[in-house]
């Protein structure tokens, strides 16, 4: 629970599963055709919008996390869908999707504060 699922409640449901389908989407093709470079440059396009429109961290990177974490739990379920290594594959592919989310939100908000300065 914070901002980053009160934002996402606010929206209509179909918009929540579009939302979560595109990031599941993009991090499966990343499976199916072997690299993960799309669903990166997805992440890093992301993080740098929220940056640049002023959002929080903790809504930006909050929900990234939420969708790890709700990934990770969907593939733990019984029966596993997938085996142990491959669930922790798909999470960790998710981590680095964060990761980016992260790291371009930051240098889109660093880039900010520079401009605002001057």
Do not use: K, N
Request: charged letters at 25%; a negative charge; zero cysteines.
């Amino acid at each position: 629970e914070g901002p980053a699922e009160a934002a996402y409640r606010r929206l209509p449901p179909p918009e929540r599963r579009t939302v979560v389908r595109a990031w599941v989407d993009a991090l499966a093709d990343g499976f199916q055709s072997g690299s993960l470079a799309d669903a990166l440059e997805r992440a890093e396009t992301y993080g740098r919008g929220h940056g640049l429109a002023g959002s929080s961290a903790e809504v930006t990177l909050g929900g990234s996390l939420a969708l790890e974490r709700a990934i990770d739990r969907a593939l733990a379920e019984d029966p596993a869908p997938l085996s142990d290594d491959e669930r922790r594959e798909v999470v960790a592919a998710m981590s680095q999707l964060t990761v980016r989310v992260a790291t371009s939100w930051a240098a889109a908000v660093a880039g900010r504060g520079a401009r605002a300065s001057a």
